[in-house]
Nanobody, 124 residues
Framework: QVQLVESGGGLVQAGDSLRLSCAAS????????MGWFRQAPEKEREFVAA????????YYVGSVKGRFTISRDNAKNTMYLQMNSLKPEDTAVYYC?????????????????WGQGTQVTVSS
């Protein structure tokens, strides 16, 4: 079992930065790929970023490339999403997710564990 808890969301102005954290528990955290998803009001949940279990490979959706950075610290069982140059269209509930054992970081269907979500609101 893997339990995930997000934190760090809030209300900011366009151009500001936020750093989201995902605290994980469970004995297999370090062997799983991790990712961030988001869901805006009345829209489908979408993929944002993912990271290989070792932390040496990452992937980002085109709309956040160059602005967001995903990272993980396996010794601390924690994953991060550094968000810079935030835009109003980034407003959403952000969810931390982890894959099944041996899951691939670039396969969305492999993500089966989810946090409760943290709200990010960017005003213009």
């Amino acid at each position: 079992q893997v339990q995930l808890v997000e934190s760090g969301g809030g209300l900011v102005q366009a151009g500001d930065s936020l750093r989201l954290s995902c605290a994980a528990s469970g004995r297999t955290f370090s062997s799983r790929a991790m990712g961030w998803f988001r869901q805006a009001p009345e829209k489908e949940r979408e993929f944002v970023a993912a990271i290989h279990w070792s932390g040496d490979s990452t992937y980002y959706v085109g709309s956040v490339k160059g602005r967001f950075t995903i990272s993980r610290d396996n010794a601390k069982n924690t994953m991060y999403l550094q968000m810079n140059s935030l835009k109003p269209e980034d407003t959403a509930v952000y969810y931390c997710a982890a894959t099944r054992a041996s899951g691939l970081y670039y396969r969305t269907d492999d993500y089966i564990y989810w946090g409760q979500g943290t709200q990010v609101t960017v005003s213009s």
